[in-house]
């Protein structure tokens, strides 16, 4: 099955650029969608198809896709963005949607 | 404005049976795929099941296969998982989700806000 890997944890200072990366194997061939969840909630959709945004979310978070990783990258990062982020792909070949295994941002 | 709320959570025996539900209003419910998708405490996220528009296609997470029934009541804007033979490591928060078809690939662009599921004795 199709295995998707982010690093535990990530941390930045606010108003810094925070990266967060999510490896597998050939990815940039496929669509990746990102949520973020904070503490309690419901996962929230902040990009979806690699690099597009949802209404309403705002214009600092962006994605990208190529080779084997896919990144979320959240500018000019605010405490509010202290939350768990999951990358996420449809693996046709098993008729799977496959999670990352999470990444939590710190906020300094 | 797109809401889906969860129903049906509780604490349960191993072996014993429970049934979700998932109210949905803001939208043509009878458009969309749905799923269920659950997040074990201080876990990740694991898709659980998913019913096209009709219910005439389901597909289940091979760990639930033969033990949960995905459904859906087009005319009640609901979504219902009956989950059977119950273990512990089905305990989760269990969303309700809306799936979105884009560029060849499958999203959820929208959740409830779950409802909690425990299996213990």
């Known amino acids: 099955s199709y295995v998707l890997t982010q690093p535990p944890s990530v941390s930045v200072a606010p108003g810094q650029t925070a990266r967060i990366t999510c490896g597998g194997n050939?990815?940039?061939?496929?669509?990746v969608h990102w949520y973020q969840q904070k503490p309690g909630q419901a996962p929230v959709l902040v990009v979806y198809?690699?690099?597009d945004r949802p209404s309403g979310i705002p214009e600092r978070f962006s994605g990208s896709n190529s080779g084997n990783t896919a990144t979320l990258t959240i500018s000019r990062v605010e405490a509010g963005d202290e939350a768990d982020y999951y990358c996420?792909?449809?693996?046709?070949?098993?008729?799977?949607?496959?999670f990352g295994t999470g990444t939590k941002v710190t906020v300094l | 404005e797109v809401q889906l709320v969860e129903s049906g959570g509780g604490l349960v025996q191993p072996g014993g049976s429970l049934r979700l539900s998932c109210a949905a209003s803001?939208?043509?419910?009878?458009?969309?795929?749905m799923s269920w998708v659950r997040q074990a405490p201080g876990k990740g996220l694991e898709w659980v099941a998913n019913?096209?528009?009709?219910?005439?296609?389901?597909y289940y997470v091979d760990s639930v296969k033969g033990r949960f029934t995905i459904s859906r009541d087009n005319a009640k804007n609901s979504l219902y998982l009956q989950m059977n033979s119950l273990r512990a490591e089905d305990t989760a928060v269990y969303y309700c989700?809306?799936?979105?078809?884009?560029?060849?690939?499958?999203?959820?662009?929208?959740w409830g806000q779950g409802t909690l599921v425990t299996v213990s004795s």
């Open positions: 989700a809306r799936v979105m078809s884009y560029s060849s690939s499958l999203l959820f662009d929208y």
């Open positions: 803001g939208f043509t419910f009878s458009s969309y795929w």
């Open positions: 019913i096209k528009q009709d219910g005439s296609e389901k």
């Open positions: 050939n990815i940039g061939s496929k669509s």
């Open positions: 198809d690699d690099s």
């Open positions: 996420q792909v449809w693996d046709s070949s098993s008729d799977n949607y496959v």
